[in-house]
């Protein structure tokens, strides 16, 4: 009885789900930030156009975020907006990102950094 008890006790919880993994692995809180005047000044350019509306040097700026690398915190489709951080002497796009996730485009709830073309984020914090 004594061995069914310390199963029934601490067996709970032992198998988490894939999707509990990915939610707590995509975490903002587990995340690593940086403070907005730590962010290159092309970033910080980017982000006071994310606040003011644009306008945007890139076509693709504004456009859904698919989050498909599940480095985010999950959310439905359309949530998430990607934005052209330039790079200097960069023949295109470049790899760096904004990201930013909300109902109001203007006033995001969250904004994250990526330097990496999505391989890795940072939440951006004053």
């Known amino acids: 009885m004594s061995v069914a008890l310390v199963t029934a006790t601490f067996?709970?919880?032992?198998?988490?789900?894939?999707?509990?993994?990915?939610?707590?692995?995509?975490?903002a809180g587990a995340m690593a930030e940086v403070s907005r005047s730590?962010?290159?000044?092309?970033?910080?350019?980017?982000?006071?156009l994310i606040l003011a509306g644009?306008?945007?040097?890139?076509?693709?700026?504004?456009?859904?975020?698919?989050?498909?690398?599940?480095?985010?915190?999950?959310?439905?489709?359309?949530?998430?907006?990607?934005?052209?951080?330039?790079?200097p002497g960069s023949r295109d796009r470049g790899a760096r990102r904004i990201v930013c996730g909300g109902r109001q485009v203007q006033a995001p709830d969250a904004c994250f950094y990526t330097d990496d073309h999505y391989a890795s984020f940072k939440r951006i914090v004053q």
């Open 38 to 48: 730590a962010l290159p000044a092309e970033a910080q350019r980017t982000e006071r």
């Open 54 to 87: 644009g306008p945007f040097p890139y076509s693709k700026d504004g456009t859904v975020f698919g989050n498909r690398e599940r480095l985010l915190p999950r959310q439905a489709r359309g949530y998430y907006r990607e934005y052209t951080v330039p790079t």
């Open 11 to 27: 067996g709970l919880g032992v198998h988490e789900s894939a999707q509990a993994r990915d939610t707590a692995g995509a975490s």
